[in-house]
């Protein structure tokens, strides 16, 4: 089972830019699919955006969409979250995820079985 590490998270200003990576180890991810999701404080799991195998099919969610980019470097194991124009209501805890239960959709948290145990993002106004 792939295990996921996040990190890049942090304190920022309203307007500023973050990337977050995702690090993974005991298996390649290579043929699963990436997220991102995040979770506010007091507030449901959100997703964010997901990413193929292939790299090239990508989902967005609309409170994100031309804001947030994710990536994926098979060969390095890493995925990454490109997160610009960042707003106060950003503030979450963030996630990456992979796996590949095609039953769901893969903006469907149960698409995914492995789960990172996240990185805080705080956005200052």
């Known amino acids: 089972q792939v295990r996921l590490v996040e990190s890049g998270g942090g304190l920022v200003q309203d307007g500023d830019s973050l990337r977050l990576s995702c690090t993974a180890s005991g298996r390649a991810f290579s043929f699963d699919s990436l997220g991102w999701f995040r979770r506010a404080l007091g507030k449901d799991l959100e997703f964010l955006a997901a990413i193929g195998a292939n790299g090239g ?66 956005v200052s106004s």
């Open 57 to 122: 099919d990508t989902v967005y969610a609309d409170s994100v969409k031309d804001r947030f980019t994710i990536s994926r470097d098979n060969a390095k194991n890493m995925a990454y979250l490109q997160m610009n124009s960042l707003r106060s209501e950003d503030t979450a805890v963030y996630y990456c995820a992979a796996g590949s239960a095609y039953g769901y959709n893969t903006y469907d948290a149960r698409h995914y079985n492995s789960w990172g145990q996240g990185t805080q993002v705080t």
